[in-house]
């Protein structure tokens, strides 16, 4: 399988095979990423890093994953430093970066930065998160998680809970699950429901999502409860956002009800949907899950690089 | 081109069974009138053997049927008429193309391709009856296809 030079945009770019394969090629990476192995296999490399929209576990995750490979990494964190204040677009953004690096990486508040952006450049792209758009390697990471610690996608009953309609990675997830046959269930409160458009993705890949607003029920048949945070920065107005944030929370008392296996995962950042009590449970999944982003990211930067032997 | 109420034209090119109502849309794709010079006439929600139907019809022009297949989009029904001394030589049902660039805008006002960035819009086809559209960039579905005709 070849990924030498391809953009990394949305997973919806991937067959389910080329999933497997970066499933199983992200395995090889993991003493790399934890440290316990070294390996210089990108030395020469220049990665350039551009996030336009804050960030903390993508950023510090592809960059640790550039340095643990050998690589370079340049760039910057906010964009308020950068010729996009002086009003700069992004074609002209890219253009520079592609002449200063091996590979680009790219996070940006509109849905399609990221496609726009492998356009202009020669080099690789990968999507960081455009928007409310896509954020393939968060998904892959998350389908890293439930592998490892599922031993397989297929058959497991994924909870995704709370912001539905806004959450860029529940739509990417719902849409990857369904290529390897998970059971679905969506929670969310009446005006946060997964978007139409993402059921029926499910559902012509074979999925009969369910659709409910009560996590007591779902959580007792649960295998994963996938958490978001309702984003407030992506809601149009106040008013919305403050009559559903704390619709739900995960605490000890409700993980009562779930099977004694179940994982939570949460992407991060968590504000009050999971009660700190929870961190202490075998079902706390999300650190582990943020630590995952490192050894994907290698995967892919490895692989679109050539996949050099490590 | 006996069943029409409007006068036939002598040369030129006739697009016939637009979806009733879409003519000034099908135009404004076109570009016209600002790329041609000819006589254009339009007849709206004519009667026809299957219902309504609009009609336009350039005068000493013929279009080329294959450029018009993106009026798909919005008259998947439409046929594209050549004409030549009141004869119809040429007869084209419009197809729609795998993919549209540059006439139709992307409903999603946070797509980075409705900001300023030297790129046209650009669709996937995913559906063609009826016609379904995916924006290349954003990959949103837009409800309604025939708002975004810019």
């Known amino acids: ?310 | 081109m006996k069943e029409l109420k409007v006068t036939p034209i002598k040369d030129g090119t006739v697009i016939d069974h637009i979806t009733p109502g879409r003519a000034l849309k099908v135009l404004r794709i076109l570009k016209i009138p600002e790329s041609t010079s000819s006589v254009v006439s339009v007849a709206m929600n004519v009667s026809g053997k299957m219902g309504k139907k609009d009609i336009v019809k350039v005068e000493n022009r013929e279009l080329d049927p294959k450029e018009l297949d993106k009026i798909a989009l919005i008259a998947p029904k439409a046929t594209i008429n050549i004409i030549r001394d009141y004869e119809v030589i040429k007869k084209h049902k419009v197809v729609l193309p795998d993919e549209v660039i540059g006439i139709a805008k992307c409903s999603n006002p946070t797509c980075i391709s409705n900001a300023r960035e030297p790129v046209e819009s650009r669709f996937h086809v995913i559906g063609k009856d009826p016609p379904r559209i995916k924006c290349y960039y954003c990959e949103r579905e837009p409800e309604d296809i025939t708002e975004g005709i810019i």
């Open chain 1, 1 to 310: 399988m070849n990924f030498k030079g391809r953009d990394i945009i949305s997973i919806k770019d991937f067959s389910k095979a080329e999933i497997e394969y970066l499933l199983d090629y992200t395995k090889k990476m993991i003493p790399y990423a934890n440290g316990e192995k070294h390996t210089n296999v990108l030395k020469e490399k220049i990665l350039c890093s551009l996030f336009f929209e804050p960030s903390t576990r993508t950023r510090l995750s592809f960059e640790s994953a550039m340095n643990r490979l050998g690589g370079r990494v340049i760039g910057f964190a906010e964009p308020s430093a950068t010729s996009q204040k002086k009003g700069e677009n992004l074609a002209d953004t890219i253009r520079m970066a592609d002449s200063y690096s091996d590979a680009i990486v790219i996070r940006h508040p509109q849905e399609g930065a990221a496609r726009l952006a492998a356009e202009f450049a020669k080099a690789p792209v990968l999507n960081a998160g455009d928007g409310a758009g896509q954020h393939p390697t968060q998904c892959l990471l998350d389908l890293f998680t439930i592998l490892m610690e599922k031993k397989k996608i297929k058959g497991n009953n994924v909870v995704l809970l709370g912001d539905l309609k806004y959450g860029r990675t529940v739509h990417s997830l719902a849409y990857a699950l369904s290529m390897f046959k998970a059971d679905l269930t969506f929670v969310s409160p009446e005006s946060l429901k997964m978007p139409k458009e993402v059921i029926n993705e499910c559902k012509e890949l074979g999925v009969e999502p369910t659709s409910t607003t009560s996590l007591e029920k779902a959580i007792k048949e649960a295998d994963v409860l996938y958490v978001t945070r309702i984003q407030k920065e992506r809601f149009p107005d106040a008013e919305e956002y403050n009559r559903v944030v704390g619709s739900y929370k995960v605490d000890a008392t409700l993980l009562k009800q779930a099977k004694e296996d179940l994982i939570v995962m949460h992407p991060l950042p968590r504000v009050m949907e999971i009660d700190p009590e929870v961190d202490k449970t075998t079902h706390a999944l999300y650190f582990k899950q943020a630590f995952n982003g490192v050894p994907v990211r290698m995967a892919l930067l490895s692989l679109v690089f050539g996949g050099k032997k490590l």
